[in-house]
């Protein structure tokens, strides 16, 4: 038996059950949506979503708040379907309810005849999970609900994350295994794309999402599994339920599935599968990119006593050659300089700024890396030339490939090559196209044949990244030049896909009475001909191409075009899509940032693009501004440079070794030179060798040199397989101290509060947090802001309790938890510069009581905060401040807290449920909470004003209310408008008459 977490039911509110409005606005929002307007109209409610991200709007209308609220997000969710690409059943069974349950109940508990069906979406929920693990962090846990509802694993899922219990995994066909295998794709590809929860309703959404990726066959099986034993569960609730191995034909019949299939559908391949990471995302405040205007302040290496010790650029002769000329006259700053294009300055014949001059070259960096692994860079850049001039006109991968495979064509054709030469499965396609056609009379030859090809090429690319990712794992710490080329890999996944048609097409299995006879997914039958069965061959295959490389052999050096990986070419796609959004991220760090990539790289990451990271990212913006980039590209080279192994590569500790390599950087004397081109330069002395500077100019984002006129073959010999653990030359090891402390502290402080697959990203501070004191002086108060989601969710809650008279609150933006607090030190300028070093950042707290502090009626009430964390930081930078003669006040101990407000005392039973992470360690310029009339406290006494008695308020139509006798304004305007404070504040044609 399988579980899922229970969850709301979106849809009950349309069957007379009350879902709670709050809950709806929750899945609204976690779609990346805001709620509008909800207001009374002639007959009922209209209620408005927006999308923020691209302006979208929607509007429904319903008999109460809860109706209309819940048709937008039914909307929202059709719209999320559209998004997707994905074909979701437009049938569901949510209207057949006791029909479906009794279906159930009659069924047999187990008809050996289904079996194989089981056996069949087993198999292809392990295929998807295979494609969805490139695509999301799975973690196999035993906690049997990882999450507290359906709200907090689609946000998991969107942050390219996921949660899968292993806890009652029981099940009367599946393995433990195949069952964790079918929950990750279910709740993936189901729940999470239909944005659905886990009830009657949820349940049919979330089948109406999987269905069509399924064979005939799997379906029936994915209808009892879920619909079904939903359907019995929910009808009779308490009542045991067995879990089934039969079909509910009945219900589920073949007309059903005919309705929702069409005419010869056999699912979608499992290499297709896309997890809804890209969901549009409600952006509440900007992120920071941990590493930006970070400095690591150390001064080159003094060489002293020591022999080998000094800095490279001045004690060792610039050994990496930025400034220093070769034998032919060329620095390694003279290489990185031929990449600069000048993009960003490109005009049109009136002046204005040609945008479409612009995006080609934002889309082309990122082609260049995109379409750079496992080749060479002669190969890389004739790929990139290739595409140079398509990939920002169009975001079809489909296109790219042709493109490719045009040019593919053309190669080998000129020098003799047979053009399906790397097509080791040429004849296998041609008789899969013969059998389909058997199978389907109405298809001509070439409808079969376009089919035939059309599976076979997402066969290849699927063989292509199983054979890569093997490879990789295998090759790790093999040397780049000794590593399979990607071209050795096509012919290896080329035999697979042979293998696989032929067995498609001689299967050993009966189809008469076997189940589960999928075409698509009965790889790995033997290829035995059944009695009878003739093999179909083709009658136009070229006999010279059969077999002419093999998986020993590299076609390159035979002269043939080199692969591509498919996976690739949608990442491309991806980046084509959002050229415009990438466009502006760039021009805004060109103006506003130096330049220097850290505000470009934060935003395209907080895209979630397909197959882009940070190493992604940062070597697009050296393409961009090679001279100017201070993001490092922290590939298996410079991870060996810096000491470390492919493996331990993840998305928090790249920035780590960002920030030790610009140390070592500071440390060797170079830190006039940009990091993005100083890598560059540690680039040609690792794999080239001194005083090899390799031309990259094929490479620039606009007019790139013709590949042809490059010397790819003009290299010196670089030592081939040492590690620069053992082998690193005396300058570099030099560097060593500078290198460890810079990782210590990252680890003591981002490393505490991230896990590994985050990005340590920071918000943007969007105010200062306020200090204790009562007049400005020298206090010196740092603190970690409070996000502006939780600032809202603490205002909305003050305003529900009953606070004692004369409470004084707190204005929302200002927030804060501090970490430090001095009578002095603010007029310091070195004590800026530490505080600056010491970053913290996304240190989480979560809320344990409501407190009061203090004496009288000028009691601090503060929410009491848990964070093993933000006690452990802040008691070390507490020491640190002892050390520079601060005086440090630390109380009894330090208690993380959110002062919310001054007065008698606490409301009977005050409590809050927060749960978040911190901003970075904020810094305040002294001044007073507040001064002698009060009038700072305008921003609180709007909120505060909220809880008291309502006054008459009118409508935008004209027409007047009067507060019910008790009824606070919140209340009275919860009634009309179900919003936020600060929504219901900013409500046009609203006039309150405050009481203060």
Not at 53 to 79: F, I, S, Y
Not at 299 to 305: H, I, K, S, Y
Not at 315 to 329: C, I
Not at 488 to 495: F, M, V, W
């Amino acid at each position: 038996m399988w579980t899922e977490n229970t969850g709301f039911d979106v849809t009950a509110t349309f069957m007379g059950v009350t879902t709670p409005i709050d809950s709806l606005y929750g899945a609204i929002h976690s779609r990346g949506w805001e709620v509008t307007k909800v207001k009374p109209t002639s007959g009922g409610y209209e209620a408005e979503a927006k999308n923020p991200v691209n302006g979208q709007k929607v509007k429904k209308v319903g008999a109460t708040p809860e109706t209309a609220v819940a048709a937008v997000l039914m909307a929202v969710t059709r719209l999320d379907f559209i998004r997707t690409r994905q074909s979701a059943w437009s049938k569901t069974w949510t209207d057949q309810l006791a029909e479906v349950a009794q279906a159930y109940a009659k069924a047999p508990i187990y008809d050996p005849k289904a079996v194989s069906a089981w056996q069949e979406l087993a198999h292809d929920s392990k295929r998807r999970v295979e494609t969805l693990a490139d695509q999301l962090q799975i973690e196999i846990v035993d906690n049997p609900t990882p999450y507290d509802g359906p709200d907090d694993l689609f946000k998991d899922i969107k942050k390219g994350h996921l949660f899968v219990s292993r806890s009652n995994a029981i099940h009367p066909v599946w393995s433990p295994e195949q069952v964790v295998d079918f929950r990750i794709v279910h709740q993936v590809l189901g729940h999470a794309a239909a944005g659905s929860d886990f009830g009657w309703h949820g349940e049919n959404q979330a089948c109406a999402q999987h269905l069509p990726l399924l064979s005939p066959t799997a379906q029936k099986a994915l209808f009892t599994e879920c619909i079904g034993r939903t359907a019995f569960v929910t009808y009779q609730p308490g009542v045991p339920s067995d879990q089934k191995i039969a079909f509910l034909d009945d219900v589920f019949s073949e007309e059903a599935q005919a309705e929702g299939n069409g005419p010869g559908h056999d699912g979608v391949h499992p290499s297709q599968a896309l997890a809804p990471v890209e969901l549009p995302q409600a952006k509440t405040a900007a992120v920071l990119d941990p590493n930006a205007g970070w400095e690591s302040g150390y001064a080159p290496v003094e060489r002293g006593d020591v022999p080998e010790s000094g800095a490279a650029y001045t004690d060792w002769g610039d050994p990496l050659g930025w400034d220093r000329a070769n034998a032919d006259g060329v620095t390694a700053k003279d290489m990185v300089h031929r990449l600069n294009s000048g993009w960003e300055h490109i005009t049109r014949p009136d002046g204005t700024p040609n945008r479409e001059m612009m995006k080609k070259a934002i889309v082309n960096a990122f082609a260049v890396v995109l379409l750079s692994p496992q080749k060479n860079l002669k190969w890389n850049a004739i790929h990139y030339q290739h595409l140079a001039d398509t990939a920002h006109l169009t975001d079809d991968p489909h296109e790219y490939h042709r493109v490719l495979e045009q040019n593919r064509v053309a190669w080998n054709a000129a020098r003799k090559i047979p053009v399906n030469a790397h097509k080791v499965y040429y004849e296998a396609e041609r008789d899969y196209a013969r059998y389909l056609q058997t199978k389907h009379p109405e298809w001509n030859h070439d409808q079969c044949l376009a089919r035939a090809e059309q599976f076979v090429r997402i066969l290849l690319e699927d063989e292509k990244r199983k054979v890569a990712a093997e490879l990789a794992a295998k090759e790790a710490n093999v040397p780049d030049e000794k590593k399979t080329t990607i071209s050795q890999i096509e012919i290896k996944a080329g035999q697979k896909v042979k293998q696989h048609l032929e067995a498609i097409i001689n299967p050993s299995f009966d189809p008469a009475t076997d189940y589960g006879t999928q075409e698509a997914f009965r790889f790995g039958a033997k290829q035995v001909h059944p009695p009878g069965q003739v093999s179909l061959q083709s009658e136009d295959v070229d006999p010279t191409v059969t077999d002419l490389f093999n998986g020993d052999v590299n076609p390159e050096d035979m002269g043939a075009y080199s692969a591509w990986l498919g996976d690739h070419l949608k990442a491309l796609a991806a980046i084509s899509k959002r050229s415009d959004e990438l466009l502006d991220a760039a021009l805004r760090d060109i103006h506003d940032h130096d330049a220097a990539g850290h505000h470009f790289r934060a935003a395209v990451l907080n895209m979630g693009l397909y197959g882009v990271g940070p190493k992604v990212c940062s070597f697009a913006w050296l393409l961009l501004q090679p001279m100017r980039s201070q993001l490092a590209t922290i590939d298996s080279h410079i991870m060996d440079v810096l000491g470390y192994e492919p493996e331990e590569m993840n998305n928090r500790d790249y920035f780590r070794m960002e920030r030790e390599l610009q140390a070592r950087r500071d440390a060797s004397g170079y830190s006039h030179v940009p990091l993005g081109g100083l890598q560059w330069a540690m680039w040609d002395y690792k794999r080239s060798g001194p005083d090899s500077h390799q031309d990259h100019s094929a490479l620039r984002v606009l007019n790139p040199l013709d590949h042809n006129l490059i010397d790819w073959n003009a290299r010196a010999n670089a030592p081939k397989g040492k590690k620069w653990k053992t082998s690193a030359p005396p300058w570099w090891k030099a560097t060593d101290p500078a290198a460890e402390e810079v990782a210590q502290h990252f680890n003591d402080t981002l490393g505490l509060s991230h896990p590994r697959h985050e990005y340590p990203f920071r918000e943007t501070p969007i105010y200062a947090p306020v200090t204790a004191a009562s007049e400005p002086h020298d206090e010196l108060h740092i603190a970690w802001g409070v996000p502006a989601n939780i600032r809202n969710q603490i205002a909305n809650w003050l305003v529900t309790m009953e606070w004692p008279e004369g409470t004084e609150f707190e204005d929302p933006d200002d927030y804060h938890i501090t970490a430090l607090y001095a009578t002095r030190g603010w007029s310091d300028p070195e004590v800026h510069a530490w505080a600056k070093a010491y970053k913290t950042t996304g240190v989480p707290f979560e809320a344990v009581d409501v407190r009061e502090f203090g004496d009288g009626d000028e009691k601090a009430i503060v929410i009491y905060l848990k964070s093993p964390q933000a006690k452990e930081q802040a008691e070390r930078l507490m020491d640190l401040a002892d050390d520079k003669g601060l005086e440090v006040s630390r109380h009894d101990g330090y208690k993380a807290h959110v002062t919310v407000a001054y007065g008698p005392g606490k409301p009977k039973g005050a409590h809050i449920d927060l749960k978040f992470r911190g901003s970075d360690l904020l810094v305040s310029k002294p001044r007073p909470r507040r001064d002698e009339d009060g009038d700072n406290l305008e921003a609180f006494a709007r909120v505060a004003a909220l809880g008291d008695p309502a006054p008459a308020f009118s409508h935008e139509d004209g027409t007047d209310d009067v507060g019910a006798p008790g009824m606070t304004i919140m209340q009275l305007l919860r009634e009309y408008y179900p919003l936020t404070t600060e929504e219901l504040w900013a409500l046009p044609g609203l006039s309150v008459s405050k009481t203060r």
